[in-house]
Antibody
Framework: EVQLVESGGGLVQPGGSLRLSCATSDFTFSTYSMNWVRQAPGKGLEWVSNIVSSSNTVYYADSVKGRFTISRDNAKNSLYLQMNGLRDEDTAVYYC????????????WGQGTLVTVSS | EIVLTQSPATLSLSPGERATLSCRASQSVSTNLAWYQQKPGQTPRLLIYDASNRATGIPARFSGSGSGTDFTLTISSLEPEDFAVYYCQQRSKWPLTFGGGTKVEIK
């Protein structure tokens, strides 16, 4: 069964940084495009960032562009999100999510890691 | 950015009833639209992709239709486990966007 396990969330002050990780197993990670999707408490889903299988192309939501950096290590089957310049509005559960067969939908999700930005 | 507007925000129905959820796009997305179900405390689950294709393991009571700007998710006969929040999502253009969700609650 496909497994995605996020880590690295926590409480951080505005302007601070965090690095999220997503460890994956039971599928050929290197062949899939991957994403971060977030959900603020009690709110809907917001796509954050995408990275293609080879890491040579990345995409970001305007709300995080210039502050967040997505990356991956195919040898470690892991996805990352470096978050700098955090703002109150970045408070959310961050999910790692897989795209199936090059379609930009999300067929597998991790359980999420909570990021809280507060002073 | 393509804005997806879901309606109604809340749908109050009884088990066994038919549920019809709407998703309208601010510009054409062709059939590049998916539907997800999210239950409280759980992660989203892909139900429908490319507007009308059921994802693996999704019961036949879930169906999707539409193209261009208007889409519908239909649950033919609500089971107790179907009461949840449903989101649509487009993949036609970057950034990928979700609708605001429709909550299907027990009447």
């Amino acid at each position: 069964e496909v497994q995605l396990v996020e880590s690295g969330g926590g409480l951080v002050q505005p302007g601070g940084s965090l690095r999220l990780s997503c460890a994956t197993s039971d599928f050929t990670f290197s062949t899939y495009s991957m994403n971060w999707v977030r959900q603020a408490p009690g709110k809907g889903l917001e796509w954050v960032s995408n990275i293609v299988s080879s890491s040579n192309t990345v995409y970001y939501a305007d709300s995080v562009k210039g502050r967040f950096t997505i990356s991956r290590d195919n040898a470690k089957n892991s996805l990352y999100l470096q978050m700098n310049g955090l703002r109150d509005e970045d408070t959310a559960v961050y999910y790692c999510a897989r795209n199936p067969n090059s379609r930009l939908y999300f067929d597998s999700w991790g359980q999420g890691t909570l990021v809280t930005v507060s002073s | 950015e393509i804005v997806l507007t879901q309606s109604p925000a809340t749908l109050s129905l009884s088990p066994g009833e038919r549920a019809t959820l709407s998703c309208r796009a601010s510009q054409s997305v062709s059939t590049n639209l998916a539907w997800y179900q999210q239950k409280p405390g759980q992660t989203p689950r892909l139900l429908i992709y490319d507007a009308s294709n059921r994802a693996t393991g999704i019961p036949a009571r879930f169906s999707g239709s539409g193209s261009g700007t208007d889409f519908t998710l239909t649950i033919s006969s609500l089971e107790p486990e179907d009461f949840a929040v449903y989101y649509c999502q487009q993949r036609s253009k970057w950034p990928l966007t979700f609708g605001g969700g429709t909550k299907v609650e027990i009447k």
